[in-house]
């Protein structure tokens, strides 16, 4: 069965980091792009961060521009995103997807969706 699970979403005070992970079972990372993705009460799901370990490409958004880190350890197929000096705006639930192209992903079109992760960040 194929699964994406993240983890390591939290409540955490304005300018606090976070560490979230996305664990894969059932494929490889080494054949997809794995984005992360976020969706805020009332607000259009927003893709902040991508990552393709066999291309060597990643791709942020300009709003974690210089605060979030995506990363990925192929030998656990786990992908992570580290977030730094995080703002109350970035409270949103977060998902991380995988796709076989990375043009496909970039354009929010995924083969597989994780279930999300709730981070909220207080003012």
């Known amino acids: 069965e194929i699964q994406l699970v993240e983890s390591g979403g939290d409540l955490v005070q304005a300018g606090g980091s976070l560490r979230l992970s996305c664990a894969a079972s059932?494929?490889?990372?080494?054949?997809?792009?794995i984005g992360w993705f976020r969706q805020a009460p009332g607000k259009e799901r927003e893709e902040i961060s991508c990552?393709?370990?066999?291309?060597?490409?990643?791709y942020y958004a300009d709003s974690v521009k210089g605060r979030f880190t995506v990363s990925s350890d192929n030998a656990k197929n786990t992908v992570h995103l580290q977030m730094n000096s995080l703002k109350p705006e970035d409270t949103a639930v977060y998902y991380c997807?995988?796709?076989?192209?990375?043009?496909?992903?970039?354009?929010?079109?995924?083969?597989?969706w994780g279930q999300g992760t709730q981070v909220t960040v207080s003012s």
């Open positions: 997807a995988a796709s076989y192209n990375w043009g496909r992903l970039r354009v929010g079109e995924a083969d597989y």
């Open positions: 059932g494929f490889s990372f080494d054949d997809y792009a």
């Open positions: 990552i393709s370990s066999s291309d060597g490409l990643t």
